[in-house]
């Protein structure tokens, strides 16, 4: 009897860049980030780290696009910048054939400034700009402009999120994105008032245990800047950057300025610290951005 069966064909051979990879993306890029390895290969760790990083530009791309669309110039602010993964994905992606526009990467650490400035020269990425200064003293720099259209801030530690809000503020950005990290301070104010706040409120059971200090510290940290920038005219989409597997600092927050601030904000921001017995963080959550004028 005649064999009618036909072969299993085999499986045409896939780029296993092809998921992960924009249409277009440098290649040499990545290598130079060490995001690829020199002969073009992409282990787990760098999988993750640029999936996280081409997600959140995801959510970027239509704010810039926005911008764009009512301006012939854009400004953009990393904050926290590090090695400039983000700001050189951006530029590499969306503004390499946009003439007006330019990132500004603010970092503290010398080499790494120093190393982010040599690779934008040596792919001509000429409108990519890094500041060794800090998120706070970033704010009267004289190596930035008077207005930045877009400011981010991924992974800028505790505080430093805080100082890029206030940078946002004082420089009237249009957008704000933000993905916090080590919110601490909250929780160590939390700590400090915990016998005071047992006789003066029930929901100090909330953050009795220290686990509980830690984690509702870091949300309410990002309550009260999300009711912060609310206060300041800005609408605001809350949601996950990348699904948790990825990252436990997962939180992204993008704000919009209309320039409406919502009525209730700052005195819904004002009621939480007083009850939680917050009170010594006013300053940093209801001061008035700096006056560049």
Not at 89 to 100: H, S
Not at 117 to 131: H, Q, V, Y
Not at 232 to 250: A, F, I, R
Request: glycine content about 6%; hydrophobic content about 40%.
């Amino acid at each position: 009897m005649k064999n009618t069966r036909q072969p299993i064909p085999k499986p045409a051979f896939s780029d296993p860049l092809a998921d992960v990879l924009r249409p277009g993306q440098s290649v040499e890029l990545l290598k130079e980030l060490h995001i690829l390895t020199r002969d073009g290969k992409l282990n787990q760790d760098s999988r993750r780290k640029l999936k996280q990083v081409t997600h959140l530009c995801n959510f970027i791309e239509p704010l810039l696009n926005e911008v764009l669309g009512r301006q012939d110039t854009l400004t953009l602010a990393d904050h926290g910048a590090g090695k400039s993964y983000l700001g050189f994905i951006l530029y590499d992606l969306y503004l390499k054939e946009r003439p007006g526009s330019h990132i500004y990467g603010i970092e503290t650490r010398d080499e790494l400034v120093e190393k982010s400035r040599a690779l934008a020269a040596k792919l001509g990425f000429s409108r990519m700009s890094f500041i060794n200064t800090t998120v706070a003293e970033s704010t009267q720099s004289a190596q930035l402009p008077a207005h930045i259209d877009i400011v981010t801030a991924l992974h800028a530690c505790n505080t430093a999120t805080d100082d890029a809000i206030q940078f946002a503020l004082a420089k009237q950005a249009r957008h704000i994105v933000l993905v916090p990290c080590c919110q601490a301070e909250v929780a160590t104010v939390l700590r400090k008032h915990k016998n005071a706040s047992f006789g003066k409120t029930p929901l100090s059971e909330i953050w009795r245990h220290p686990i509980h200090t830690r984690e509702f510290g870091s949300h309410l940290t990002n309550v009260l800047r999300c009711l912060q920038l609310e206060a300041h005219g800005y609408q605001l989409t809350v949601t996950e950057l990348v699904g948790w597997e990825h990252s436990m600092k997962n939180e992204l927050i993008i704000a919009t300025r209309t320039g409406t601030p919502r009525g209730n904000a700052r005195e819904r921001l004002q009621q939480i610290l007083q009850e939680l017995n917050l009170q010594e963080l006013e300053a940093r959550f209801l001061a008035s951005p700096p006056d560049l004028a």
